[in-house]
């Protein structure tokens, strides 16, 4: 596919000109008279990939008002900040120029030289977008078939190719799988460790792709990507705001960096059993108590997007942390696309966070565990020795090379294509929401429908392409619509909770499969008859966040051996694992927590429910510190309120 050049010429005459010169030289050229045009043109077609503008154009065909300088490459980045742009002036050096920081040359009209303009146009987009330096070298090697001394066991899939047992696995993966599969042993492909070849370049050009100063590529998903960044940033009795509903692998980061966890509360949907953002006032008032109490505060790390598709006002949230001396780190697990449509911008990097961690393969073309790291901390260069050492420590020495490929061809297609990707999820996520609210049991749920009252005026907005469905009046709980889409009619969803089941609308997505899954609701729809369930088949006002205090680091309490008692014995204990119920996959108990009555509860309302339970045993069993142990931590200092 040929990616198009949108020339930017007032003069109609001289734009014919130049497009038929711009053509002769292998350009794609589409020509436009004024502003207004040309932000309908690259919202609407995002093949688009170059822009040449003059310093002042017409703001539309029918006004002599001219938008100047900044003001026009401020609204096209903000429209599409993947394009690349170059200014097309008779405007000579001097004090007219400027640059915003984005701007990828400059050509001088006068000069007509339509060679120069064409060699380098093709070279910005070739340098910046279609080069996949790993993928490119790979491949290049796995076709060289050379014999192999080396790991991987299999030797390019020989061990298995004639087996008379395992041939099918070779089968099902084709060949491609196995010679691609290979080892450090191979200089060409760099090293993920210690990158200084064409690692080193992927990396750099997804740091220029997402907008951070460095990337590094993670084969072991977020999960060790916030492990690494924890690590890296707190020193043990360090201090650390997050947001109670985050991720287990921030809870793990915590007990691993030694730090003290500072705990930030969701905002809860009661109705539909929903976590969404920390209010940001909450996020304010946390960080000036735990400044003024002699905490020390180091880092604050946000869920951005949420899992149901909150997203949170991040630049306010950034600004006001960096005000008061806090790093911040967003975990982007499910939302690295914002990067590549207006629609969901600011993306973190954008907002100003020091640090992202992105699920790379949650939402782009990536394999499952390919994750990024995106870097803007100012201050990065003091601690990159400390980081690539924390880095090494989590990262396997034999990383799996199609993964590290998988990222690099992501980046290469989410520069290219990612803008028209998303506006077809956009699109298809807009018809399905009409569809299913055309059934007369199912309703998708909007913003308003997600978000919490203390919400309302936080500056929350919602990625549509994740979409919560209100089951509560099918007459069949949602645990039971997942079976029977399972079951009868062959889809998987995401996610449920109590009365919602949810779906992510991908650039995998197809209208066929969601028409399929609008036909199997609307079956189920017809299926239920006038079948009601008691009550309204949620947990609703028994079901709350109950959050304890925490009276030893989770370090310490994690290193406990502890006893295991019922849970229903436990009130006034000391937790040493996290308990948490999923759905939401929220922690209720992590190490050194104190185990409450209203913990108690929650928990047993879970488990009555038919909820899956991590860190409850059979018999409701769950580990807690003996006393004998409360005893050493108490004279080793570590109790947090002492």
């Given at each position: 596919m ?5 020339l930017?010429?007032?003069d ?6 130049e497009?038929?010169?711009?053509s002769k030289r ?5 020509g ?7 932000c ?13 503008s003059?310093l ?18 401020k609204k096209?980045l903000?429209?599409?900040y993947e394009v690349?742009y170059f200014l097309?002036?008779n405007e000579s ?6 640059s915003e920081g ?7 009209k006068?000069?007509?030289d339509?060679d ?9 987009v070739k340098?910046?977008k279609?080069?996949?330096?790993f993928?490119?070298?790979?491949v ?6 050379k ?10 899939g020989?061990?298995v ?6 041939k ?6 084709g ?16 090293s ?7 690692i080193?370049?992927a990396?750099e050009?997804?740091?220029r ?6 990337t590094?590529?993670s084969t072991?998903g ?10 890296t940033?707190?020193?043990p009795?360090?201090a650390?705001?997050?947001?109670r509903n ?5 809870h793990?980061?915590?007990?691993i960096?030694g730090?003290e966890p ?8 009661q109705k539909?059993?929903?976590f ?6 909450r ?7 735990a400044i003024?109490?002699g905490?020390?505060l180091?880092?604050?790390i946000?869920t951005n997007?949420?899992?149901d598709g909150?997203v949170?006002?991040?630049p306010?949230?950034?600004?006001e942390?960096h005000?008061r001396?806090?790093?911040?780190i967003?975990d982007?697990a499910?939302?690295?696309h914002?990067n590549?449509?207006?629609e ?6 954008e907002?100003g966070?020091?640090?992202a ?6 939402t782009?073309?990536a394999?499952?565990q390919a994750s990024?790291i995106?870097v803007q901390d ?12 924390n880095?090494c420590?989590?990262t396997?020495t ?6 590290i490929?998988?990222?690099d061809?992501?980046?290469?297609q ?8 998303l ?5 298809l ?5 009409k569809?299913i609210n055309n059934?007369?049991k199912?309703?998708?749920l ?10 309302k005026?936080?500056n929350v907005?919602?990625?549509?392409t994740?979409?919560t ?5 099918s007459?069949?709980?949602?645990k039971?619509?997942?079976?029977f889409l399972?079951?009868?009619h062959?889809?998987?969803i995401?996610?449920s909770t ?9 650039i995998g997505s197809t ?5 399929r899954?609008?036909?199997a609701l609307?079956?189920i729809?017809?299926m239920s008859g006038?079948r009601?369930i008691k009550?309204d088949?949620?947990?609703?006002e028994?079901?709350k966040?109950?959050v304890?205090?925490?009276?030893y680091?989770?370090r ?5 051996d502890g006893?295991?008692?019922?849970l ?6 000391i ?5 948490t119920p999923?759905?939401?996959?929220i922690?209720?108990l ?6 409450s009555?209203e913990v ?9 429910y038919g ?7 059979e018999g409701?069993?769950?580990k807690v510190?003996?006393?004998?142990e409360?005893s050493?931590?108490k004279t ?5 309120n002492?």
């Amino acid at each position: 596919m040929e990616y198009k050049v949108l020339l930017i010429e007032p003069d109609e005459n001289l734009m014919c000109v130049e497009i038929d010169e711009l053509s002769k030289r292998g350009l794609n050229v589409e020509g436009v008279s004024n502003f207004t045009d040309a932000c309908e043109l690259l919202k609407k077609d995002g093949t688009i990939h170059v822009v040449l503008s003059e310093l002042s154009i017409p703001r539309d065909k029918s006004s002599k008002q001219l938008v100047k300088g900044s003001e026009i490459f401020k609204k096209f980045l903000s429209l599409r900040y993947e394009v690349n742009y170059f200014l097309y002036t008779n405007e000579s050096f001097g004090n007219k120029l400027f640059s915003e920081g984005k701007l990828n040359g400059y050509f001088y009209k006068y000069e007509k030289d339509y060679d120069d303009i064409s060699h380098k146009v093709k070279a910005e987009v070739k340098n910046s977008k279609l080069r996949a330096p790993f993928y490119d070298s790979l491949v290049e090697y796995a076709q060289k078939s050379k014999d192999s001394w080396h790991t991987p066991g299999h030797s390019s899939g020989y061990s298995v190719k004639n087996s008379p047992w395992v041939k099918d696995f070779f089968d099902f993966f084709g060949p491609n799988i196995f010679s691609s599969d290979i080892s450090v042993s191979v200089p060409q492909l760099d090293s993920l460790m210690h990158p200084e070849g064409v690692i080193k370049e992927a990396q750099e050009l997804a740091a220029r792709t997402y907008r951070s100063r460095y990337t590094f590529f993670s084969t072991n998903g977020t999960s060790t990507s916030n492990k690494v960044l924890l690590q890296t940033l707190l020193k043990p009795g360090d201090a650390i705001l997050l947001d109670r509903n985050c991720h287990k692998s921030v809870h793990y980061g915590v007990i691993i960096a030694g730090a003290e966890p500072l705990y930030l509360m969701p905002s809860v949907n009661q109705k539909y059993g929903i976590f969404g953002p920390i209010p940001k006032k909450r996020i304010i008032e946390e960080m000036d108590k735990a400044i003024a109490t002699g905490k020390k505060l180091k880092v604050l790390i946000i869920t951005n997007c949420t899992y149901d598709g909150l997203v949170s006002d991040t630049p306010y949230i950034v600004e006001e942390a960096h005000k008061r001396g806090v790093k911040v780190i967003v975990d982007e697990a499910w939302f690295g696309h914002a990067n590549f449509h207006s629609e969901f911008y600011p993306c973190a990097m954008e907002a100003g966070a020091d640090y992202a961690t992105q699920s790379t393969h949650k939402t782009m073309s990536a394999f499952s565990q390919a994750s990024m790291i995106h870097v803007q901390d100012p201050e990065f260069e003091d601690i990159e020795d400390f980081f690539m050492e924390n880095f090494c420590m989590h990262t396997s020495t034999s990383p799996q090379y199609p993964m590290i490929a998988s990222l690099d061809i992501a980046r290469k297609q989410m520069a290219m294509e990612g803008y028209s990707l998303l506006q077809r999820n956009l699109d298809l996520s807009d018809n399905f929401r009409k569809s299913i609210n055309n059934l007369k049991k199912f309703r998708v749920l909007e913003l308003d429908d997600l978000i919490s009252s203390e919400l309302k005026n936080d500056n929350v907005r919602l990625d549509k392409t994740k979409i919560t469905i209100d089951v509560s009046k099918s007459g069949f709980t949602s645990k039971e619509i997942e079976h029977f889409l399972l079951t009868k009619h062959n889809i998987q969803i995401e996610k449920s909770t109590f009365n919602t089941i949810s779906i992510l609308v991908t650039i995998g997505s197809t209208y066929s499969k969601l028409n399929r899954l609008y036909l199997a609701l609307e079956s189920i729809e017809r299926m239920s008859g006038n079948r009601k369930i008691k009550g309204d088949g949620n947990l609703n006002e028994s079901i709350k966040l109950s959050v304890s205090p925490i009276k030893y680091r989770p370090r310490f309490a994690f290193y406990c051996d502890g006893e295991m008692l019922p849970l229903k014995k436990c009130e006034g204990k000391i937790a040493t694992r996290m308990v948490t119920p999923y759905p939401p996959g929220i922690p209720l108990l992590v190490p050194g927590q104190i185990i409450s009555k209203e913990v108690i509860e929650t928990l047993l309302s879970y488990r009555d429910y038919g909820v899956e339970i991590h860190g409850m045993h059979e018999g409701g069993m769950v580990k807690v510190m003996t006393k004998q142990e409360e005893s050493k931590l108490k004279t080793k200092g570590v109790d947090i309120n002492s």
